[in-house]
């Protein structure tokens, strides 16, 4: 399995707009092979920053989303209200609950 976790900073006076392209790349992105979850929020004390978490089967299937019409599309969409990302991935042998 893969997280995929990180930030993107956005220009505020943006963000309804490329939170609204978050909501379309979003609805194609949940139905995607191998997607396990897609969020992202606006951070609750900085309106400049979005948050990011996914989960992904595997690679392949991060790789094909990544190269899908949606998300070359959300990009072009979202790249004027985007100042920066720091965006990484994990790859997870093992998980659980948090509280048992």
């Given amino acids: ?4 976790t990180g930030t993107v900073e956005v ?3 943006q963000v309804d707009e490329l939170m ?3 909501r379309t ?3 194609a ?4 092979d191998g997607c396990l979850a897609y969020s992202f929020s606006v951070d609750l004390l900085d309106p400049a920053i979005v948050n990011v978490v996914e989960r992904w089967r595997d690679q392949e299937a991060l790789t094909a989303h990544l190269a899908s019409p949606h998300i070359a599309a959300f990009l072009t969409e979202a790249g004027p209200a985007i100042k920066g990302m720091d965006i990484l991935k994990y790859e997870i042998a093992s998980s659980g609950p948090v509280f048992e």
């Fill in 11 to 13: 220009d505020p006076d």
């Fill in 29 to 32: 992105t949940r139905v995607e």
């Fill in 1 to 4: 399995m893969l997280i995929v």
């Fill in 25 to 27: 790349a979003t609805a």
């Fill in 20 to 22: 609204a392209a978050v």
